[in-house]
T-cell receptor, first 116, second 116 residues
Framework: AQSVSQHNHHVILSEAASLELGCNYS??????LFWYVQYPGQHLQLLLK??????LVKGIKGFEAEFIKSKFSFNLRKPSVQWSDTAEYFCAVNAGSGGGADGLTFGKGTHLIIQP | EAQVTQNPRYLITVTGKKLTVTCSQNMNHEYMSWYRQDPGLGLRQIYYSMNVEVTDKGDVPEGYKVSRKEKRNFPLILESPSPNQTSLYFC???????????????FGPGTRLTVL
């Protein structure tokens, strides 16, 4: 079964700092990878996803992520964070080659706090 | 507007009193799913549905029931709620839920349930 690990449960940064949130998955075959964000009191919304092509994926609000197949990783990055980036970030994977339904498997989330 | 709606948004109830949380989507999605979100545990899937009349257990189905009589609706039923079901619940939908699908899941606003 697929699984997702997010190594940092809580991250505190100052505004304008650079951000990298780690995500590793365990599945040896084809994967589709997602980052979702949950702003305080809101529902999850998609930041970006990878399913094929260029392993460097750009999402909304200046976020990007790089799929490194050899490392089973899909780390999220942003060069300069803002106070409004304070949120919970979830990495998710949907793995397999069709047939059956696994849906998304989520990591446990990283709570990011940006200090003004 | 394409969206997933849930009702109620907030609910306080007592142990053993049956309740239903409704979920509806207007995107003609085949796949729908219920998650619960608990601090430190991330999102865990309760039940999912690949299409009308097709439902299956997720990772934490005990104490829950679902039905999918129509494509747009996927209610979550707690026949006899207990305090350990106090949680934040999210409904989600996507075009397809097949393993390996790159489809984005769209989330509802969440239902905060407290069982006393």
């Amino acid at each position: 079964a697929q699984s997702v690990s997010q190594h940092n449960h809580h991250v505190i940064l100052s505004e304008a700092a650079s951000l990298e949130l780690g995500c590793n998955y365990s599945y040896g075959g084809t994967v589709n990878l997602f980052w979702y964000v949950q702003y305080p009191g809101q529902h999850l919304q998609l930041l970006l996803k990878y399913f094929s092509g260029d392993p460097l994926v750009k999402g909304i609000k200046g976020f990007e992520a790089e799929f490194i197949k050899s490392k089973f990783s899909f780390n999220l990055r942003k060069p300069s964070v803002q106070w409004s980036d304070t949120a919970e970030y979830f990495c998710a994977v949907n793995a397999g080659s069709g047939g059956g339904a696994d849906g998304l498997t989520f990591g446990k989330g990283t709570h990011l706090i940006i200090q003004p | 507007e394409a969206q997933v709606t849930q009702n109620p948004r907030y609910l306080i109830t007592v142990t053993g009193k049956k309740l239903t949380v409704t979920c509806s989507q207007n995107m003609n999605h085949e796949y729908m799913s219920w998650y619960r979100q608990d601090p430190g545990l991330g999102l865990r899937q309760i039940y999912y549905s690949m299409n009308v009349e097709v439902t299956d257990k997720g990772d934490v189905p005990e104490g829950y029931k679902v039905s999918r009589k129509e494509k747009r609706n996927f209610p979550l039923i707690l026949e006899s709620p207990s305090p350990n079901q106090t949680s934040l619940y999210f409904c989600a939908s996507s075009l397809s839920g097949l393993a390996g699908s790159p489809d984005t899941q769209y989330f509802g606003p969440g239902t905060r349930l407290t069982v006393l």
